[in-house]
T-cell receptor, first 110, second 118 residues
Framework: GQNIDQPTEMTATEGAIVQINCTYQ??????LFWYQQHAGEAPTFLSY????GLEEKGRFSSFLSRSKGYSYLLLKELQMKDSASYLC???????????FGKGNQVVVIP | GAVVSQHPSRVICKSGTSVKIECRSL??????MFWYRQFPKQSLMLMAT?????????EQGVEKDKFLINHASLTLSTLTVTSAHPEDSSFYIC??????????????FGPGTRLTVL
């Protein structure tokens, strides 16, 4: 089975940096995804990690440690539009299904 | 990027009626489509996986006779909620992966359908 754990909510100031953590225990591993979801909307893809290390994409970076079952998403230069839920999802090895964590709600304040 | 559409975006129905939700891949061939359900402040829960031309694979606890899935073509999958009840009220989201994508396995999500059963 799969167990994906994320903290639930955090508040941060515009312009700040925030780190969102995700730990996982899965029966196999074939990649970890981060998605952003605004209320009432579908998730949008942010990043994908399959090897250990840091992937940088503009203001967003994602890190993976497979041995620790751990990933984080780093959001820099926070903007008001970044207020959303951030979901990590793990793809077990050998199939295409995604197991999602509950998501971390980020609230950006002026 | 790849585009997936869903229709309708919102639906309100009476208890006991059936509701059909369509999921379409607009610029690629979706060999696999996934249906998720999301309750308020909860995660996306995978309901079923459908491969074009074959029967859907349902997750444990999801009633296949209640949630009918058809994936008859490479661009269209439908989810029919039969005899809907208020507890079926939720946000239903589809995603698709397949031919013509940079990563064959990457999933692209539709905009979701908000179902309210009165």
């Amino acid at each position: 089975g799969q167990n994906i754990d994320q903290p639930t909510e955090m508040t941060a100031t515009e312009g700040a940096i925030v780190q969102i953590n995700c730990t996982y225990q899965t029966s196999g591993f074939n990649g970890l995804f981060w998605y952003q979801q605004h209320a009432g909307e579908a998730p949008t893809f942010l990043s994908y990690n399959v090897l250990d290390g840091l992937e940088e994409k503009g203001r967003f970076s994602s890190f993976l440690s497979r041995s620790k079952g751990y990933s984080y998403l780093l959001l820099k230069e926070l903007q008001m539009k970044d207020s959303a839920s951030y979901l990590c999802a793990v793809r077990p090895y050998g199939n295409n299904r995604l197991a999602f964590g509950k998501g971390n709600q980020v609230v950006v304040i002026p | 990027g790849a585009v997936v559409s869903q229709h309708p975006s919102r639906v309100i129905c009476k208890s006991g009626t059936s509701v059909k939700i369509e999921c379409r891949s607009l610029d690629f061939q979706a060999t696999t489509m996934f249906w998720y359900r999301q309750f308020p402040k909860q995660s996306l829960m995978l309901m079923a996986t459908s491969n074009e031309g074959s029967k859907a694979t349902y997750e444990q606890g999801v009633e296949k006779d209640k949630f009918l899935i058809n994936h008859a073509s490479l661009t269209l999958s439908t989810l029919t909620v039969t005899s809907a009840h208020p507890e079926d009220s939720s946000f239903y989201i589809c995603s698709a992966s397949g031919i013509g994508l940079a990563d064959y396995n990457e999933q692209f999500f539709g905009p979701g359908t908000r179902l309210t059963v009165l």
